[in-house]
């Protein structure tokens, strides 16, 4: 495995492999890797040939900085993660080789953004669009890979390798969960053993409303009752929870058999923020 930490450097080798006809899969990371990064490169591995993985903290989608200071890194362990998963490039950045400058451009998505993540973290998916577009011109992989637990964040990527002609094809990639329930993020880590127990309630409630769904009861019904749910445990905070187009991200008054449907919720324990979704139709998740 390879460490590149130069921008140039990394699409050189990028194009000569392609030039050879090496199919790449990319995997774009934040570092802090825990199973569900594992399972991307996984994936990556069995339908490339090569796989290049990037580990950097974008700050311009951070908007809190104290967010951005405390987001867990463990560059080292992340590294021999990637060796023994057989990742073959890992293209390691540093501020200055992924903003030079201050940036200029700003890519918006007036419909996808206007909700849940967008709404509540201003500034947060232009940050998104500019990297993932930096790195996909550093790395023109064939496949680039996301997880599916931030469901926006992927139709809005799908969205920018439309509209900007990337030639790179976007594989979701289900979200891996803990026993409990809960899914896996980098900042479960920053959880005390207190707060991971209460984080739960995230996962329980998105479940909780999706057999209240299954079952006929109404969208008001459902976000009544979850809201409930976390009335009764104050040590927790519900930022959002949302039903909505699994496409769009258009709220639905109702479930309908031919309209995909998906399950959003954010919120906190203690300052940890964390997010989570589901589909409501088991059988396209």
Known sequence: MEIVTSPVECRKKILSLTVEGKNIGFVPTMGALHDGHMELVRQAKLSCDFVVVSIFVNRTQFNNEEDFRKYPKSFDSDAEKLRQSGCDIVFAPGDSDMYPGTPEVKITFP???????????????????????????????QKAFFGRKDWQQVLII???????????????????????????????????????????????????????????????ETVASVRQAFDRMPQVRLEYFEIANRETLEPVQSVETNVPVSLFIAGYVGDVRLIDNIFLQEETE
């Open 111 to 141: 419909r996808l953004q206007k909700s849940m993540e967008g709404r509540y973290r201003p500034g947060h998916f232009e940050g998104v669009a500019l990297v993932v577009s930096k790195l996909l011109h550093v790395v023109p992989a």
């Open 158 to 220: 799908k969205q920018l390798v439309r509209d900007l002609h990337f030639f790179s094809e976007i594989i979701s990639v289900p979200t891996l969960r803990e026993p409990d329930g809960l899914a896996m993020s980098s900042r479960n880590q920053r959880l005390s053993e207190k707060e991971r127990s209460l984080a739960v309630i995230f996962s329980k409630s998105l479940y909780m409303a999706k057999e209240k769904l299954l079952a006929g009861d109404s969208v008001e």
